[in-house]
């Protein structure tokens, strides 16, 4: 991997790509990956953690003053001299440190080598995944209940994440979405003191994260029957995420993917109200590569795990989404949320 570009050591610095690499869960460490070993740098604070998890034949170093400093010390000894560095998980001013420190070190920014590893998963993480899911499709099945006017958002989204504590998982893989009214129309929208009311959509968009591995699904509600232009919405956006899901495979382009769904919801007339992707990568990390949007040429591979989630939103009317968390596999795509798919009238 990391011989094509000349590159004799990679530094590793996303805590994700450190935890995939070597099993280390904690947040402060740096990997040193050669052609022949792979070291972790940890301070006192990560010792022993370190030496509980790390598995894979990663040797572990203790850094007794600066990271830096140890670093440098290392890659003296290896006789090596040039260093790639993840550029996207680097502060500026982490780089100006290093870079002093290994002035006499070539230093080369990479993007994505272990991101594009991670995104194939194997049998283990998508059983972890699955048990993410799994325990979403729970929270969600028991928060149904709540729901009525007068609860407010935040009440929900509380009340959610303590049920994902309560089924398993370790937290939230983001913020959980709780979106009623107007307010459903912010694709990422934060929940409020706003109290439910009749007539409302709402939007859920939940994520657990279960030994490490996240899951993401939303569904939407309504109180009340729904008017005939929100069912007719909610109906585009479902006909756009079925057809997308029918055609996933191994092969197909992620910007193909994303055409799909987002021609049919342009030829109604609300392409200017689909204005994200279709979808991402989910793993470690509840937004990962690949991203499911126009102009990706990535291609989806079996064992890639990530959402289907168009969307349309109107300012003041409100918006819809419905997202499924689904895995590719030789046998085809399996839909990992099992939550019902139908508006759901309260
Ligand atoms: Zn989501
Ligand atoms: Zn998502």
Request: aromatic share 8%; proline share 3%; glycine share 8%.
């Amino acid at each position: 991997m990391i011989s094509k570009r000349g590159i004799e050591a990679l530094l590793i610095l996303n805590p994700q790509n450190i935890r995939y690499l070597s099993n280390f869960s904690g947040s402060v460490a740096l990997m040193l990956v050669t052609m022949k070993d792979s070291l972790l740098l940890v301070d006192f604070c990560y010792l022993e953690q370190a030496r509980h998890e790390v598995k894979g034949g990663s040797d572990i170093k203790l850094v007794e003053s600066n990271f830096f400093d140890e670093l440098r010390l290392t890659l003296d000894g290896l006789n090596l001299k040039r260093v790639g560095f993840e550029s996207e998980h680097l502060t500026y001013d982490k780089y100006v440190n290093l870079y002093e420190n290994l002035k006499d070190f070539k230093l080369m920014p990479t993007r994505g080598f272990v991101e594009i590893l991670r995104s194939i998963k194997d049998k283990e993480e998508i059983e972890k995944i699955s048990k993410a899911a799994h325990i979403s499709d729970q929270v969600f099945k028991e928060v149904f209940g709540l729901i009525k006017p007068g609860i407010a958002e935040v009440e929900i989204a509380t009340e959610i994440e303590y049920l994902m504590r309560k089924f398993g998982a370790e937290k939230a893989s983001f913020e959980t979405i709780v979106a009623s009214g107007s307010n459903s129309a912010m694709p990422h929208a934060r929940p409020t003191e706003r109290k439910l009311k009749k007539g409302d959509l709402v939007k859920i968009d939940l994520g657990a994260v279960y030994k490490g591995y996240c899951s993401d699904m939303t569904r939407m509600i309504v109180l009340g029957q729904p008017d005939r232009e929100k069912q007719k919405i909610y109906n585009l956006v479902l006909s756009a995420q079925e057809a997308a899901l029918s055609e996933a495979r191994s092969g197909i382009s992620c910007g193909e993917l994303d055409g799909i769904a987002r021609k049919i919801i342009a030829d109604e007339g609300y392409s200017d109200n689909f204005g994200h992707n279709l979808g991402h990568g989910v793993g470690l990390e509840a937004h990962e590569y690949p991203t499911l949007g126009p102009n990706c040429d990535d291609l989806l591979k079996n064992g890639m795990v990530f959402t289907v989630e168009p969307g349309i939103y109107f300012k003041d009317f409100g918006g819809v989404r419905i997202e499924d968390l689904v895995v590719l596999q030789d046998d085809g795509l399996e839909v990992l949320t099992k939550s019902p798919k139908e508006l759901m009238v309260l």
